[in-house]
């Protein structure tokens, strides 16, 4: 049994930027592709950005392409997702959640999933 913990996320201007950590526990994640997906109120789920087990592979909405960055460290566990130049657009809670194959941007494909984070952005 696997569990993925977000964190990093709040109240930010326009133009800022936020990191936000996913630490998971229970089992090893490091051969699982990871994703960061987000929902904005009234909104479906939306994939944000992913990253292969290797860490060697990345792929990113167009939405975010340029701003974020995903990046994992398999020996703490733990992936990230550095945002900048942050919108109101981007304004969301954050969920990771892990799969045991390749990355997709379907949100049902992945097995794992945190509570998530919430991200604010101000104009």
Sequence with gaps: QGQLVESGGGLVQAGGSLRLSCAASGRTFSNYAMGWFRQAPGKEREFVAGISWSGDTTYYSDSVKGRFT??????????????????????????????PFGVTTEEGEYAYWGQGTQVTVSS
């Design 70 to 99: 995903i990046s994992r460290d398999n020996a703490k566990n733990t992936v990230y997702l550095q945002m900048n130049s942050l919108k109101p657009e981007d304004t969301a809670a954050y969920y990771c959640a892990a799969r």
